[in-house]
């Protein structure tokens, strides 16, 4: 794999066409425990699969065979590996997932179907600042609907990236778009929330699908090297 230092590498895929059964050999047993805790199938196959390609896309940056690769868990759960500068973040929507992985900093990453169902006036008070909602409610109605997913999704990749989890206050950060592939985020409250190095960066997804990456590194050259996992594991996973 050709990595560069000045990359974010996105890989995604589809749960239902990558899933195969030997894939939960390769989980230790605090994965294995986390994957039994899901009820729903579809929740703990995206779990497994997901898992199971950031450990061997991790190992192939870090030239270590898989079962070398030490996985810790932050305060609020978020792995990372031990002992190397390599940092990662997965999110999912339905069937689709997307891995990030760089060499930059701590990474946070976020994605939704812009058909899935949303109500926004029971969601907008816990997730848009009073500026937000305004702006939203200017907003034409059939686009209403992406503004208000595109400045969660930028939100929810940020507090990823921090690893703070979803009790954090997302109506107290503010975002702004500086164009269809950058947007800045702003601290609206006093609350200990650094946003100096942060940077959001939109990535060009496929049609009706919704993501942001925040990362903690500052530089107007980053890359997004976008790839499909099930085309370049195909012929060595036998997919």
């Not at 190992?59 to 940092?87: A, M, R, V």
């Not at 990236?161 to 503010?174: A, C, N, W, Y």
Request: aromatic share 10%; glycine share 4%; with cysteine.
């Amino acid at each position: 794999m050709n990595k560069s230092q000045n990359k974010i590498y996105l890989f995604t895929g589809s749960v239902q066409i990558l899933y195969k059964d030997w894939m939960d050999l390769n989980l230790d047993e605090h994965e294995l425990n986390r994957s039994s805790s899901f009820y729903n199938v579809q929740d703990r196959n995206t779990f497994v699969v997901c898992r199971f390609y950031l450990k061997k896309l991790a190992s192939e940056f870090l030239d270590l065979p898989i079962e070398n690769l030490k996985i810790g868990y932050g305060t609020n759960g978020k792995p990372f590996i031990e002992n190397e500068k390599l940092y990662f973040n997965c999110s999912h929507t339905e069937d689709i997932f997307v891995i990030a992985i760089t060499t930059l900093g701590e990474i946070g990453i976020d994605i939704e179907w812009l058909h899935r169902p949303v109500v926004i006036s029971k969601l907008s008070n816990l997730i848009l600042s009073d500026k937000e909602q305004f702006s939203l409610s200017q907003c034409r109605e059939d686009k209403r609907k992406e503004m208000f997913l595109k400045i969660w999704t930028v939100k929810e990749s940020f507090f990823k990236g921090l690893g703070s989890g979803l009790s954090s206050p997302l109506k107290h950060i503010e975002v702004k778009f500086k164009n269809d592939s950058v947007a800045t985020i702003l601290n609206t409250f006093a609350g200990e929330i650094d946003l100096e190095n942060w940077q959001i960066l939109i990535p060009e997804l496929k049609s009706d699908l919704i993501g942001a990456i925040a990362i903690n590194y500052r530089s107007f050259n980053i890359e997004l090297d976008k790839q499909c996992l099930s085309e370049i594991m195909s012929s060595e996973l036998d997919l």
